[in-house]
Every structure is written in C-alpha cells, then in structure tokens.
C-alpha cells in the first residue's frame, strides 16, 4: 500500500507540477499580449499626436497664407485707393478723379474702379457697362504725334466682328476736339 499512496502521491505531484507549468506559461502569455496591446496603444497614441501635430501645422500654415493674401489684397487696395478718388454726384452717379493721369469722369454709382495697372489703364465696369480708359505718353504734345497716335488707337472701331460703334460725339476740351465713340461689344463672360 505504500507504494500506492506514494505513486498517487507522485502522480499528484507531477499533476500539480504540470498545472503550474501550464498556469505559468498562460501567465506569460497573457502579460506579453498585454505588453503588445499597450505598445499597440501607445504607437497609435504616437502616431494619432503626430497626426494631429501635422494637422496643426497645415492649419497654421493655412492662416498664415491667408493671412499673407489678405495683406497683400489690402495693400494693393491701399495703393489703388492713393491712384484715385470717387465723388458723391447726385443720387445716380460719381465723379472718378484719376490722380495718376489728371482727369475726372461722371460714372454711374454702381461702377466699380480696377486701378490694378494704373500706370497703364483703369477700368470702370458694372454689369451693364465698362470704361477702359488706357494712358500712353505721347512725345509730342503738337503735330502729328498726336494724330498718328489717335488715329492708331481708333482703330479698332474697324473691328466689326466682336463690337460696333453704337454713337460717336465730339466736343472740346482745353481747345482740343475730343472724338468720344460708344461701342457695343458682344457679351462675353467675366471670370
């Protein structure tokens, strides 16, 4: 009987050797999933505040653009604000003084001044109506430096594909007969 009890007696021992075993490596392997799940965590953390830093970074770059378009728009208002200047004339309409060129026109109120390339032109336009009035320096204030240079830029009255002379009037201004044409041109879309 005593070898029984110590073969069930050795039996239980292996049987508890082998269910510690057991225990033990599900232990470590229950504590290396969890060390993987928190690395888990954590790289997702790592990568989620990169992210999120990358997202504050393009939306600091954003402002700072718009910021930057927003200053150079006031800017060059500011600019076309010192080439010109808009009177009050009535009910209906302005007085637009072009300080680059030296002379003033009576426009509807509703037209907005491009004085974008001043020392070219300035537009005036509406829905109904735009004035481009374009500046070129002529050397010779007599003569024939003026003729050649109206009759060049009336030239384009022979164009009768995409616009027409609607009416044409002629006054005097400082001494000099001024031709002023009134052209129709087909509608075209604005951008």
């Known amino acids: 009987m005593k070898g029984t009890l110590l073969r069930v007696f050795g039996a239980m021992i292996v049987i508890a050797l ?30 989620f505040a990169a992210v999120e830093a990358d997202k504050g970074k393009l939306i600091r770059e954003e402002k700072l ?12 208002m500011k600019r076309q604000l010192q ?18 060129d030296g002379y003033r026109i ?10 974008h390339f001043s020392n070219v032109r300035a537009v005036l336009e509406c829905e109904t109506l735009t004035i481009e009035i374009y500046r070129q320096d002529i050397e010779n204030t007599t003569g024939s430096g003026i003729e050649s240079y109206i009759n060049y830029s009336n ?6 594909i995409d616009h027409k002379k609607e009416l044409e009037e002629k006054c005097f201004i400082n001494g000099r007969a001024i031709s002023l044409p009134s052209m129709v041109t087909k509608c075209f879309k604005k951008n």
Request: hydrophobic share 45%.
């Open 155 to 160: 030239l384009f009255m022979d164009n009768r």
């Open 106 to 115: 009576c426009i509807p109120k509703e037209m907005q001044v491009d004085m």
């Open 65 to 76: 653009k718009v910021l930057q378009r927003r200053m150079i728009i006031e800017e060059e």
């Open 18 to 47: 082998i269910l510690l075993v057991v225990l033990a490596d599900r232990y470590t392997q229950m504590i290396k999933a969890e060390d993987a799940r928190i690395k888990v965590e954590e790289w997702k953390m790592e990568k």
């Open 83 to 100: 080439t010109y200047t808009l009177q009050t004339a009535g009910k209906n309409n302005n007085i637009f003084v072009n300080k680059v």
